[in-house]
């Protein structure tokens, strides 16, 4: 089944220290993104790539760093410098950016907790 | 700013009776809208869309309605079962914005037996 695959599904750090989250998609979709999603809030854009080798900053990509180095991959590093990291994040992917129908699909999230 | 808001926050309806999720915007520009259904500890699932051209727009037992005078976007669910407990969030897309979509905060619909 084509998908998204967000690994770990729970993932537990030390304050100070970087910790990256996995996401991974065969869907061939050229664009994918990273959200932030506390509680009682929507769903926030850290980062998003429309290609290989591109990616541009959403809304609080402060304290976040991402690579695409292949198509599939989007990985996102949550640094040290993020000062509350702790949340549930989801990675998503679409066919194309700037594309009405073209939805997001989704991940099912890696929840972060650090302490 | 701009923003994308719900009305209730919590919606509970009883087992076969119709639901419905209210969404206002406040984007003029925005251009196209998204619904998304996500269920507790998984990510959000897409249910059905809207461009700003229409006024509604059916699915499988969900309907979206577009009010562009007022700002408003509505997700009817038909004879709702309990597995449509769930938080559902609306979502604007700008003309110009790229496909990066501003969410609401989500209304948690509980269906009662």
């Known amino acids: 089944d084509g998908g998204i695959t967000q690994s770990p599904k729970y993932l537990f750090r030390k304050e100070g220290q970087n910790v990256t989250l996995s996401c991974e998609q065969n869907l061939n979709h050229d664009a994918m993104y990273w959200y932030r999603q506390d509680p009682g809030q929507g769903l926030r854009l850290i980062y998003y790539?429309?290609?290989?080798?591109?990616?541009q900053k959403g809304d609080i990509a402060e304290g976040y760093s991402v690579s695409r180095e292949k198509k599939e991959s989007f990985p996102l590093t949550v640094t040290s410098a993020q000062k509350n990291p702790t949340a549930f994040y989801l990675c998503?992917?679409?066919?194309?950016?700037?594309?009405?129908?073209?939805?997001?699909?989704f991940g099912n999230g890696t929840r972060l907790t650090v302490t | 700013g701009e923003s994308v808001g719900l009305h209730l926050p919590t919606l509970s309806v009883q087992e076969g009776d119709n639901s419905i999720i209210n969404c206002a915007y406040s984007?003029?520009?925005?251009?196209?809208f998204i619904w998304y259904k996500q269920e507790s500890g998984k990510g959000p699932q897409f249910i059905i869309d809207i461009r700003s051209n229409m006024d509604k727009r059916q699915g499988q037992r969900v309907t979206v309605l577009l009010n562009k005078t007022v700002k408003h976007l509505s997700l009817q669910i038909a004879a709702t079962q309990p597995g449509d407990s769930a938080v559902y969030f609306c979502?604007?897309?700008?003309?110009?914005?790229?496909?990066?979509?501003?969410f609401g905060t989500g209304t948690q619909l509980k269906v009662e037996l």
């Open positions: 979502a604007e897309k700008t003309t110009g914005g790229g496909n990066k979509l501003t």
């Open positions: 984007n003029s520009a925005s251009d196209y």
């Open positions: 998503a992917s679409s066919r194309q950016v700037s594309s009405y129908n073209s939805p997001l699909h």
């Open positions: 790539s429309q290609i290989v080798n591109d990616f």
